[in-house]
C-alpha cells in the first residue's frame, strides 16, 4: 500500500516535470511558481537528489537584481493562464510576476542538505545558492519592514500564498477597483468557479498589480505606496525559520557574516511575532500596517506560525486550537466556527497538504508529538480517499481544485518517509 502510493506520488512529480522546473499542476498553473518548487524539491529528493537542487537553482535563476524572487516564472507562453506576462509587464528577460511568495527556500536547502544521501555534491550545489537566498532575506527586511519592527508586509494576498483568506477581507476595503482594465479570468474554466476566489477580489488583485506596473516595478517604492499591507503570522514564521535554517548552513560552510544576519534576522523576528499573538483565539494573527490593528481572523496563517521556534507553551496553545476546530480533517485553512468559513472555497476553509507539513513539523519540533503524527495521518487518509488533489474539503474529504497537484505529491512523500523513520 504505501510501496503504491510512494510511486504514484513520484509519478505525479514526473508528469508534471518540465525538464529543469516542476509546474503544480496541467493547465491550471502551467508555469513554475516559487514557494511550490521549493517545497516540491522536498519530494524529488527521495527519488532524484540532483534533481531537486536544479528545481531550486531554476528558481534562483530568475531571481531580480534588488534580490526578489518572483512568484511565477513565465517560462514558456501559455493562454491558459491569467494574469499572464503582458498584465505584469515586469520587462524581465524571461518574463515573471513582480511580487514573492513565502520564503521556504531556505528551509528547503537545509532539509535537502541534512537528509543528503551525497553529501559532497549537496555541500556544491548548497555553497553556490547560499548567496542567492541570503540576498533575498536582506531584500525582505530592507523593503518589507522599513521601520525595522522585525516583521515583513505582504503587499499582495497572492504573496501569501493563500489568495482568498478571510485575512485579507478588512484590509481589502482600502483597496479600490475603479479604473481597472476590463479582463478575463481563466482560473474559473479549469477549476468549479464555486471554489475559487470571487470576482470582487479578482477586481482587487488586478488594481494592486496595476498599481504596482505604474510605479514601474520599483521594490524599493511599492511598500509605502502600497493601499494593503499586511504583516502575516505564517508568512513571517516561514521566513524566520528559513533565516535561523541558512545562518546555521551559512555556520557549516564558514560563511560567517551571511550567518550572523540571518541569526539576527530570525531572533528580531521571533520576539517581535509576540505582537501578533491572541490569547482569546489561542493563535497568531494577521496584523494591517495600515490602520495598526490585528485583523479578527483566526485562520491557518496563525496557526503556520509554529514553524519557527515559537515558545513552547504558544505551540501547545496552538495544537489545542487545532483539536477544538472539530473538523474530521484537520488542518482547516479557516475555523468551522466563524460564519465566514466555506468548506469548499480555496483558502477559506479547505485542507492544504503544505500548510499541514510545515505546521507539522513545527509542531514536532516544539514536543507537540501528538498532534503532529494527526496531521500527518489525516493528510495521508485524505491522499487515499481523493487522491492527490490541490485542497480537500475538510468536513468530507472530499478532493477538490486541480487534480494530480505537483506539491501535494511531494509532501505524501515527505509523511510517508515521516511515518517509517
Ligand atoms: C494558488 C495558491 C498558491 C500556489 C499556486 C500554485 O495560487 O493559492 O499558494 O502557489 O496556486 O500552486
Known amino acids: ?36 518548487s ?28 534588488c534580490g526578489m524572487v518572483p512568484h511565477i516564472i513565465f517560462h514558456q507562453m501559455d493562454d491558459g493562464y491569467f494574469p499572464g506576462p503582458t498584465v ?66 505582504i503587499l499582495h494576498p497572492w504573496e501569501a500564498g493563500r489568495d482568498n483568506s478571510v485575512d485579507w477581507d478588512a484590509p481589502f476595503d482600502q483597496v479600490p477597483t475603479d479604473g481597472i482594465t ?11 468557479p464555486s471554489h475559487r476566489p470571487t470576482k470582487d ?8 498589480v496595476e498599481h504596482f506596473r505604474a510605479l514601474e516595478w520599483d521594490t524599493s517604492k511599492l511598500h509605502d505606496a502600497s493601499p494593503f499591507q499586511v504583516v502575516d503570522p ?35 523576528g521571533l520576539s517581535a511575532m509576540e505582537s501578533l499573538w491572541s490569547p482569546r483565539h489561542g493563535q497568531y494573527l494577521c496584523k494591517d500596517r495600515i490602520t495598526g490593528k490585528l485583523i479578527d481572523s483566526a ?31 484537520s488542518v482547516a485553512s479557516h475555523p468551522p466556527h466563524d460564519p465566514r468559513f466555506d468548506a469548499k472555497r480555496y483558502w477559506r476553509g479547505p485542507v492544504w497538504l503544505v500548510v499541514n507539513y510545515m505546521i507539522a513539523d513545527g509542531l514536532a519540533r516544539a514536543g507537540q508529538q501528538d498532534a503532529a503524527a494527526r496531521i500527518s495521518a489525516d493528510s495521508l487518509e485524505l491522499i487515499h480517499k ?11 474529504g472530499e478532493a477538490l481544485g486541480g487534480g494530480q497537484f505537483t506539491w501535494t505529491a511531494a509532501m505524501v512523500l515527505e509523511f510517508l518517509a515521516r511515518e517509517t523513520a
Not at 11 to 32: A, C, E, H, S
Not at 104 to 117: C, E, I, P, T, Y
Open 1 to 36: 500500500m504505501t510501496d503504491a502510493l510512494r510511486n504514484a506520488a513520484i509519478d505525479i512529480l514526473k508528469i508534471n516535470d518540465r525538464g529543469q522546473y516542476t509546474v503544480p499542476t496541467k493547465g491550471l498553473y502551467p508555469f513554475q511558481w516559487n514557494w511550490d
Open 38 to 65: 521549493c517545497l516540491t524539491a522536498l519530494g524529488q529528493r527521495h527519488f532524484d537528489e540532483a534533481r531537486a537542487w536544479t528545481e531550486i537553482e531554476t528558481l534562483f535563476a530568475h531571481q531580480w537584481p
Open 182 to 192: 476590463p479582463y478575463t479570468r481563466r482560473d474559473t474554466l479549469h477549476a468549479d
Open 234 to 268: 505564517g508568512f513571517n514564521a516561514i521566513l524566520i525559520r528559513a533565516c535561523s535554517d541558512l545562518a546555521d548552513l551559512a555556520g557549516f560552510l564558514g560563511e560567517e557574516q551571511i550567518a550572523a544576519e540571518n541569526r539576527h534576522f530570525a531572533q528580531r
Open 88 to 153: 505584469w509587464g515586469t520587462n524581465r528577460p524571461v518574463p515573471t510576476s513582480g511580487i514573492t511568495q513565502p520564503a521556504v527556500a531556505g528551509f528547503a536547502l537545509k532539509r535537502l542538505f541534512d537528509r543528503a544521501q551525497d553529501p559532497a555534491h549537496a555541500m556544491t550545489r548548497l555553497r553556490a545558492l547560499l548567496p542567492k537566498v541570503a540576498a533575498w532575506h536582506r531584500w525582505f527586511y530592507a523593503t518589507r519592514d522599513p521601520q525595522g519592527e522585525g516583521l515583513v508586509a
Open 386 to 396: 481523493g487522491g492527490f488533489a490541490e485542497y480537500y474539503d475538510p468536513i468530507t
Open 201 to 208: 477580489q479578482y477586481d482587487r488583485y488586478l488594481w494592486l
Open 299 to 329: 485562520s491557518v496563517g496563525g496557526i503556520l506560525a509554529a514553524f519557527c521556534d515559537i515558545p513552547r507553551e504558544r505551540a501547545a496553545s496552538i495544537a489545542a486550537t487545532i483539536r477544538n476546530h472539530e473538523t474530521r480533517y
